[in-house]
Nanobody, 117 residues
Framework: QVQLVESGGGLVQPGGSLRLSCAAS????????MYWYRQAPGKEREFVSL???????DYADSVKGRFTVSRDIAKNTMYLQMNSLKPEDTAVYYC???????????WGQGTQVTVSS
């Protein structure tokens, strides 16, 4: 069973930065892609970013130019560098991994990001 653990969330002022981490219990080379999603209070979970097995990346329009996804295969960890944060970025951020062989999805437990003055 694959386990994903997010960390790095917290309270930050508008315009500030945070870096989220998603540590996997297995080699992330076995994943077809890893994703970041977020869910704000009263809203549906939405896609934020992905990094594919070939290091291709994609972003939601709302975060393009401000967020950067990356991964460290040696550490089995994916990151999300979030800059120029806005109050509307406030949400619980989740990571997801899609297994390459069976295309099974695994989710982390989430980390809270609050952007407020």
């Amino acid at each position: 069973q694959v386990q994903l653990v997010e960390s790095g969330g917290g309270l930050v002022q508008p315009g500030g930065s945070l870096r989220l981490s998603c540590a996997a219990s297995t080699s992330i080379s076995s994943f077809n892609a890893m994703y970041w999603y977020r869910q704000a209070p009263g809203k549906e979970r939405e896609f934020v970013s992905l990094i594919a097995y070939n290091d291709g990346t994609d972003y939601a329009d709302s975060v393009k130019g401000r967020f950067t996804v990356s991964r460290d295969i040696a550490k089995n960890t994916m990151y999300l560098q979030m800059n120029s944060l806005k109050p509307e970025d406030t949400a619980v951020y989740y990571c997801k991994a899609k297994e390459r062989l069976w295309m099974t999805d695994y989710w982390g437990q989430g980390t809270q990001v609050t952007v407020s003055s």
